[in-house]
């Protein structure tokens, strides 16, 4: 799973239609604070999480089974 941050904005908009190019939308997650900014990417099966930095309680729950430490 690859995930991108801050992707509803200008350079988060071109590494998502990169990664895309590359691999399968299913292994592709965003983390951005207004999900409706990136529904055309969730129509393509991207995985569209909910989280800011400025409220950090929000930050876990989006981050969760995404991220796997080693």
């Keep these: ?6 992707a509803s904005g200008q350079l988060g908009r ?3 239609n990169g990664l895309l190019k590359k691999v399968a939308a299913s ?8 999900p409706e900014k990136v529904a ?3 129509a ?3 995985q569209v ?3 800011d ?3 950090p309680e929000t930050l876990a729950a989006a981050f969760k089974g995404l ?3 080693y």
């Design 40 to 42: 055309d990417f969730a």
């Design 27 to 34: 292994e592709i997650a965003l983390v951005v604070r207004t």
């Design 44 to 46: 393509l099966g991207v």
């Design 67 to 69: 991220i796997s430490c």
């Design 1 to 6: 799973m690859i995930v991108v941050t801050g």
């Design 49 to 51: 999480r909910q989280a």
């Design 53 to 55: 930095y400025d409220q």
């Design 14 to 16: 071109l590494v998502v």
